[in-house]
């Protein structure tokens, strides 16, 4: 006997009951446990306050982490999978300060801006959370984020300890790492005639991750079918390793995306070692001539494939090969490629002095070597721009790794100015040279902050950036810096709130937790708040970063209805 299909017109039993609909209006269902049912007014009641109360959710600014950002989400284990920078932090939190323009962070978004009041900092030395059972008593005994719902703890590059008492013996000198390193750099390279190490110039992991670079394992930004790596094994970079210069050029085709068309390589001697035009998969639906350069006419006959370019350039690299190119992560996925070693033009130079941009190569070669290339309309040519971008880095090279960055420029001045006020000693002098910059920034708005530091933490900090407008206390406990950020946060002409306080005690969570019960109750209504614990991750090395905005109560929204 066959099986009988059930359909809408088959009963499922003798005793079956027709199935009853109800339409979407005030009047409700029969309930059948005694649930209480609305009447048309209370309904109606409801509806309008629920517009009412998005209407109002929609003006309040929150924080959304992006793909980026939840890269550097702590998990379990209390490790995240790529760490924010220092700068990354700093990006997030002058933009909440300045709004739209100069500083825009690039693994989160502020949405409402505009309607902040305030942005608080607070930063505790001596916690510790190196393991999965750190992680697990950290949360535990700091019920206040979960509390009021802050973001998923993230990973930040932040040192263990931001400074520590001043020795004469120990004493780091920021000018004198970077005199001490420049000396080392030059017997370096004495022989090549190079003043900065190439290897100096390359892109780091969390570089590539951030400026989008096709990576095998991030697979949330790319599609991995048709990639391939450009050798089966690498071997180490040295100064000697060969550098060869790759540019581009892509048409639009009918997939939605744009495929390769044309690919040149040159060597250090500028001289091309491979050109090939391409024949997309895909039907070309735009040339995009205007800056490809590429014609109907061009590639009327060409018959070389993706997967041809690709075996003829696995042929021609070594195992420790170093490609070079401006913006060469769009370059590497139009080639379906992997490679370890990369030396990006957009990346090493930068010409305003904020880091989130790039200048174009075309500016890039003007300025730096009166080179002027991409003119007319008949498109880019990638030989052209190839040589441009291995004439920059050659450039580079004889001078130093500061030449042509401004970033970098502004960064050495910080730290030449910070020595000249007090000798400090710091811990990841670096990192710690970067945060500081976060505080030039904001001494240069025009809104005013207040900043608290226990008394010992002073060193790095004293007559450093202290303005008429941001002013720097130092206080003899705990106690009185966290009652005095609370009174300057209660007074909203005060943008910017920063406190920094010392944990002696890594175990006496409870207190630390009282101190951000204390602190997010005396921050005003839309006030972004981060909070920064260091001595965390990997090693201790890093930090954990907690980030929400205080939002304010709907009793008056209650009331009303």
């Known amino acids: 006997m066959g099986k009988r299909k059930l ?28 649930a209480k049912t609305l009447t048309e007014e209370e309904y109606s009641k409801l509806k309008l306050y629920l517009k009412e109360k998005k209407k109002i959710l929609k003006t309040f600014p929150r924080i959304l982490l992006n793909a980026r950002g939840q890269l550097s989400q702590l998990n379990d284990s209390g490790f995240s999978e790529s760490p924010l920078l220092p700068s990354d932090l700093n990006e997030l939190i002058l933009y909440s300060v300045y709004g739209p323009g100069k500083y825009v962070p690039k693994w989160s978004s502020l949405e409402m801006q505009c309607n902040l009041n305030q942005t608080c900092v607070l930063i505790i030395d001596g916690c510790e959370v190196k393991n999965k059972e750190d992680f697990s008593h950290f949360n535990n005994s700091l019920p206040v984020f979960s509390k009021y719902k802050f973001l998923p703890p993230i990973e930040v590059e932040l040192p263990p300890s931001w400074c520590t008492d001043y020795d004469a013996d120990t004493t780091t000198s920021i000018t004198d790492d970077v005199v001490s390193e420049s000396t080392q750099t030059q017997k370096e390279n004495v022989e090549n005639k190079e003043i900065c190490s190439r290897t100096r110039l390359l892109m780091s ?85 205007v800056y490809s350069g590429i014609t109907a006419s061009k590639l009327k006959d060409v018959k070389t494939t993706l997967s041809d370019v690709q075996e003829d350039i696995i042929k021609i690299l070594s195992p420790d090969s170093i490609l070079i190119g401006q913006s060469l992560n769009c370059d590497l996925e139009a080639l379906k490629l992997f490679h370890p070693y990369i030396i990006d033009t957009s990346v090493i130079f930068n010409l305003n002095g904020n880091k989130g941009s790039k200048s174009k190569l075309k500016l890039l070669a003007k300025n730096f070597l009166d080179m002027n290339i991409q003119c007319g309309n008949l498109g880019h040519d990638s030989i052209e721009d190839s040589r441009a971008t291995m004439l920059l880095v050659q450039l580079k090279l004889c001078k130093s790794l500061t030449y042509g960055d401004a970033y970098l420029i502004g960064q050495k001045r910080l730290a030449e100015f910070v020595n000249k006020k007090i000798k400090i000693n710091v811990k990841h002098i670096e990192t710690f040279k970067k945060f500081l910059a976060l505080l030039q920034s904001v001494s240069e708005s025009s809104a005013k902050g207040k900043v608290h530091l226990k008394k010992n933490l002073m060193a790095a900090y004293d007559n450093i950036w202290s303005t008429s407008k941001l002013n720097i206390e130092e206080h003899s406990t705990n106690k009185v810096v966290l009652e005095s950020v609370c009174k300057s946060m209660e007074d909203t002409t005060n943008r910017f709130c920063m406190a920094h306080m010392q944990l002696k005690n890594k175990n006496n969570l409870d207190l630390v937790n009282r101190w951000c019960e204390k602190y997010w109750a005396a921050m005003s209504s839309f006030a972004l708040c981060a909070v920064l614990f260091t001595g965390c991750g990997a090693e201790g090395k890093n930090s954990v970063c907690l980030l929400n905005v205080k939002q304010p109560p709907l009793n008056h929204l209650q009331d009303k209805f």
């Open 205 to 289: 992991l969390n570089q590539m991750m951030i400026h989008n670079y096709p990576l095998p394992t991030n697979k949330r930004q790319f599609t991995m079918d048709g990639f391939r790596f450009t050798k089966n094994h690498y071997l180490p970079v040295t100064d000697d390793s060969p550098m060869y210069a790759i540019d581009c050029e892509m048409c639009y085709t009918s997939i939605g995306r744009n495929e390769l068309t044309r690919v040149s390589i040159v060597n250090e001697q500028l001289e091309v070692i491979y050109e090939s035009l391409v024949k997309p998969t895909n039907k070309i639906t735009n040339y995009l001539t």
């Open 7 to 34: 359909t809408d017109k088959s009963p499922l039993s003798s005793n079956a009951q027709p199935v009853v609909k109800y339409k979407r209006t005030c009047e409700q269902p029969p309930s059948s446990n005694g």
